[in-house]
């Protein structure tokens, strides 16, 4: 059975750029076939941009409703920014569509998105965030954004044997590798957060994302609070769209701010003891990696190593490229 959404409102598309002006041409060309049959509105955040992307905006999406932070203020605060911009409209939001600046909507991605929210499953919970299937640059390649909770024991698993070859056991990896659930509706305990719809219903439940995440784990946490409150996060087959990737697989600030929070998490869901377990494990599969000689697999270790850096709320590296937000 399928809920019914709010029959007022638009739905929100929130984007959150960081000198984003590159990146927005191709979205915003996207966007119209992408949200081809739906209501929408266009507010982006921008993080203090320091090339023209406000530019860009004022120029190819004059309609936009643009919020200036005023500060890198990090993924999850620009969602809020947006969020916030929206409740003067008249009806409130039906659902929001958050997107990365660097996605390509598909034609009708966002009709499918919404068709699919409200769902009751077997178990009483109910959709309150559909994600597409994503493909890489080359428009070819299905990425494989589905994941299950993080675990000691999927944390360990791909330590030992890595998380494509973990992903293979539900009890070993986090990563859902299997081709088969990236072609039918499939529930993950959460996504990799470039494009996702939340229901009115989930936003309301879950309330502002979490913004002690710079930058990374925002969307597992808001993805697992939604689960935690009785809403299941499912991917839509018969959604679709192109994101050209971030950068943390070859920037080792990035990734070791993605490994630190990472484990930041855990801890905040579990407590201490369960998180020393997390971390040794964190560390052995970074420690491993880095001597095979892999650079930021090295600076992700030196930071599981220091407790300083494991307590320090996570933030801005002043040379840190926003655009990768996922």
């Not at 979205?27 to 992307?53: E, I």
């Not at 650079?295 to 599981?304: D, K, N, T, V």
Request: aromatic share 6%; hydrophobic share 45%.
């Amino acid at each position: 059975m399928t809920l019914p959404l709010p029959a007022t409102g638009p739905v929100a598309v929130l984007v959150v750029t960081w000198n984003s002006a590159a990146l927005l041409p191709g979205f915003l060309a996207a966007l119209p076939q992408g949200m081809d049959g739906v209501d929408y509105r266009l507010v982006v955040a921008d993080n203090d941009s320091a090339d023209d992307t406000v530019a860009v905006l004022r120029t190819l999406a004059p309609a936009a409703t643009v919020v200036r932070t005023g500060r890198n203020a990090g993924y999850a605060a620009g969602i809020n920014a947006a969020l916030a911009a929206t409740g003067p409209w008249e009806g409130g939001v039906r659902a929001a569509l958050v997107c990365n600046p660097d996605t390509r909507m598909r034609p009708g991605c966002a009709n499918a998105l919404l068709a699919a929210l409200g769902e009751e499953l077997p178990d009483g919970t109910r959709v309150g965030i559909s994600v597409p299937v994503l493909y890489e640059a080359d428009g070819t390649t299905v990425s494989r954004t589905l994941r299950r909770e993080p675990t000691v024991v999927r944390a360990f698993g791909e330590a030992l044997i890595g998380n494509r070859r973990a992903g293979r056991f539900p009890a070993l990896g986090e990563l859902v590798t299997d081709p088969a659930a990236y072609t039918a509706a499939t529930r993950a305990d959460w996504a990799t957060g470039a494009l996702m719809l939340l229901s009115a219903e989930v936003m309301a439940a879950c309330g502002p994302w979490d913004e002690f995440y710079f930058l990374y784990s925002e969307e597992t946490e808001y993805c697992l609070r939604a689960r935690d409150l009785g809403f299941a996060t499912r991917l839509e087959p018969a959604a679709s769209a192109v994101h050209e990737g971030g950068q943390s697989r070859v920037s080792p600030w990035l990734w070791t701010l993605l490994v630190l929070n990472r484990v930041r998490l855990h801890r905040r869901r579990h407590g201490a003891v369960a998180a020393t377990a997390f971390w040794a494990a964190v560390l052995l599969r970074e420690t491993s990696r880095a001597a095979i000689g892999k650079a930021p697999s090295r600076a992700a270790a030196g930071a599981l190593l220091s407790p300083s850096r494991l307590r320090r709320p996570p933030g801005p590296a002043p040379s840190a490229p926003r655009s990768a937000t996922s």
